[in-house]
């Protein structure tokens, strides 16, 4: 279910052969109704870039309240597990490095950013007492920076920028000195962490992420170098609120989902590559 505010039809038109696939295109902020029982709902619909969640900010706000509100309404109707996508940025600008799930925190409210800030905090505060008010059996995963195939080609975030900018040979543009860090996971690392976490019996935030940290600076010079680039490295003013560190304790993920990522950057990001590569126009 999606209303494609910043999706695509085409990541998912593999899928439409699947007899056990349907697709409905909808405003979760709307009431919604699926016919039938349901094991699990999960809530992943939200703008997730910084250039998404600027140019939807209010769209943003109300996913993650109306959106999450209606989500959990309709996992309670069928007595089903719901789960929440909420996200490192729930940290803010953080203090503390690398960040664990006991940490609550560095958030500016009224900044740029906390639109998509206070909207993945506020749908944990909801899932949080639906769990604790109604006893749903929620799952709340905070997903750090994830990058793979089917990312948009500039969507805002370092990996497709960087990898579009040098696949076409424009400037690659770091904010700031690019001494900022970032940690890395590759989708189906991703994937496999949420499925485990979904069939698991945990009912708090889980870290999942991957815990090497990497400076944006390093990141951009890595993506050159494997996509055989000869674009500059320019750099611009840092966004304001832009965090300075970003490093998961994934300590909770390794005991309790025996859980841990497996795809290197270096590989992760050449098959990224790869596909941004036919994905360009000739």
């Not at 209010?58 to 109306?66: E, N, R, S, Y």
């Not at 990898?163 to 996971?185: D, E, F, N, W």
């Not at 935030?205 to 680039?229: C, D, F, Y």
Request: hydrophobic share 40%.
């Amino acid at each position: 279910m999606d209303n494609l505010l910043t999706g695509r039809v085409e990541n998912i038109e593999h899928l439409f052969r699947n007899p056990d696939f349907s697709f409905i295109k909808q405003d979760v902020t709307n009431y919604i109704h699926v016919p039938g029982k349901l094991d699990a709902v999960l809530h992943f619909a939200s703008p997730a870039s910084p250039i998404d969640y600027a140019q939807y900010p209010i769209p943003t706000l109300k996913v993650g309240a109306l959106g999450t509100h209606k989500a959990l309404g309709l996992a309670k109707e069928k007595g089903a597990v719901f789960m929440l996508a909420s996200t490192s940025e729930i940290y803010g600008d953080p203090l503390v490095n690398p960040q664990p799930e006991g940490y609550w925190g560095n958030v500016n409210p009224i900044g740029p950013r906390g639109v998509y800030d206070e909207a993945k905090r506020f749908a944990e505060a909801l899932a949080m007492a639906y769990h604790r008010y109604h006893g749903l059996q929620v799952r709340i995963v905070r997903i750090f920076n994830t990058f793979g195939p089917r990312m948009l080609k500039e969507d805002g975030r370092a990996v497709p920028n960087f990898i579009t900018q040098a696949l076409k040979g424009r400037p690659i543009t770091v904010y700031g000195k690019g001494a900022q860090t970032r940690s890395l996971c590759y989708i189906s690392d991703l994937v496999e962490g949420i499925v485990r976490l979904l069939r698991s019996r945990l009912n708090t935030p889980v870290n999942v992420g991957n815990p090497r940290e990497i400076s944006v600076l390093e990141l951009a010079q890595t993506i050159k170098r494997l996509a055989r680039s000869k674009s500059a490295i320019v750099h611009r003013p840092l966004p304001v609120d832009d965090p300075r560190v970003r490093w998961p304790d994934i300590s909770l993920a390794r005991k309790a989902l025996k859980w841990t990522p497996k795809v290197t950057l270096e590989k992760g990001l050449r098959r990224t590559i790869d596909y941004f590569r036919a994905e360009l126009p000739k």
